[in-house]
């Protein structure tokens, strides 16, 4: 069992800056994807990026390019999402993930979010 805490959600005004931070209770994130997803009143659970085990690979939804990094620690035990020009449409809960590579995602481990909300 893998605790996953995430933390830094708020109240910001659009155009305006958030990071999001992320914790498990191991040992090392290098042993999981990480992943962000987000979930709007009304709307299904959506991607928002992913750093892989090794630290190197990222990837992120189309709507976040360019304005969310994702980002590791060098101590290998959080993971940050750090969100700029934020608008009114990224509000939403925000969730953590932790899954091994090669397991499927019925074996991830999700935090209980942390709620963004921007104004307009």
């Known amino acids: 069992q893998v605790d996953v805490v995430e933390s830094g959600g708020g109240l910001v005004q659009a155009g305006g800056s958030l990071r999001l931070s992320c914790a498990a209770s191991t040992r090392s994130l290098s042993n999981f994807n990480m992943a962000w997803y987000r979930q709007a009143p009304g709307k299904e659970r959506e991607f928002v990026a992913e750093i892989k085990w090794s630290g190197s690979t990222t990837r992120y939804a189309d709507s976040v390019k360019g304005r969310f990094t994702i980002s590791r620690d060098k101590a290998e035990t959080t993971v940050y999402l750090q969100m700029n020009n934020l608008r009114p449409d990224d509000s939403a809960k925000y969730y953590c993930?932790?899954?091994?590579?090669?397991?499927?995602?019925?074996?991830?481990?999700w935090g209980q979010g942390t709620q963004v909300t921007v104004s307009s």
């Open positions: 993930r932790a899954l091994r590579p090669s397991f499927s995602e019925s074996f991830a481990y």
